[in-house]
T-cell receptor, first 114, second 112 residues
Framework: EPEVTQTPSHQVTQMGQEVILRCVPI?????FYWYRQILGQKVEFLVS????????KSEIFDDQFSVERPDGSNFTLKIRSTKLEDSAMYFC????????????FGPGTRLTVT | QKEVEQDPGPLSVPEGAIVSLNCTYS??????FMWYRQYSRKGPELLMY????GNKEDGRFTAQVDKSSKYISLFIRDSQPSDSATYLC????????????FGKGNQVVVIP
């Protein structure tokens, strides 16, 4: 069964450093999302992406964040200058939307900023 | 008023019991309703997906949506220890970009 994959599973970085989180969505899906979950809190929407453009972003997704689909398979989230409060689980999700509106999530990347 | 409310209180039930979970929401534009299961430090796994109002059954799981009351439920029959996890409700509108709004999640423990 196709699934969303994410790398790395855990990333430790120092405050101020740049990180890139990688995702490989399900191959025939067209819509891609990033969400984050701070420990003990709700899963929060960050950004949606379709046709090589950001479709919608939340107020969390400020200028420090960017997304890219550099090739036909990868979907990346970059945080330019990490802060302590960026420590969270980051989930990528993908959606077909031609057939259904279900969103399928990857296993997540745990980002720890020290 | 929060967009999606889910009482996050942990729930312990004996094996074989019925688990009942629910969420309320305030945004009347929500049309797609989902339940995800999440194990500790893992990604949400889609369990049930319902469009608009009504019931949907899949094995031991039943999802109900009452749009008039802005209330959704998940029932797990004949609960098993393997059902122990956190259950998240999530929903999205039909227009726009389908961002999911999540509840806080219910931790369920099924005791053998």
């Amino acid at each position: 069964e196709p699934e969303v994959t994410q790398t790395p599973s855990h990333q430790v970085t120092q405050m101020g450093q740049e990180v890139i989180l990688r995702c490989v969505p399900i191959s025939n899906h067209l819509y891609f999302y990033w969400y984050r979950q701070i420990l003990g809190q709700k899963v929060e929407f960050l950004v949606s992406f379709y046709n090589n453009e950001i479709s919608e972003k939340s107020e969390i997704f400020d200028d420090q964040f960017s997304v890219e689909r550099p090739d036909g398979s990868n979907f990346t989230l970059k945080i330019r200058s990490t802060k302590l409060e960026d420590s969270a689980m980051y989930f990528c999700a993908s959606q077909d939307r031609l057939v259904s509106y279900e969103q399928y999530f990857g296993p997540g990347t745990r980002l720890t900023v020290t | 008023q929060k967009e999606v409310e889910q009482d996050p209180g942990p729930l312990s039930v004996p094996e074989g019991a019925i688990v009942s979970l629910n969420c309320t929401y305030s945004n009347s534009a929500f049309q797609y309703f989902m339940w995800y299961r999440q194990y500790s430090r893992k990604g949400p796994e889609l369990l049930m997906y319902t469009y608009s109002s009504g019931n949907k059954e899949d094995g031991r799981f039943t999802a109900q949506v009452d749009k008039s009351s802005k209330y959704i439920s998940l029932f797990i029959r004949d609960s098993q220890p393997s059902d122990s996890a956190t259950y998240l409700c999530a929903m999205s509108a039909i227009y726009g970009n389908n961002r999911l709004a999540f509840g806080k999640g219910n931790q369920v423990v099924v005791i053998p």
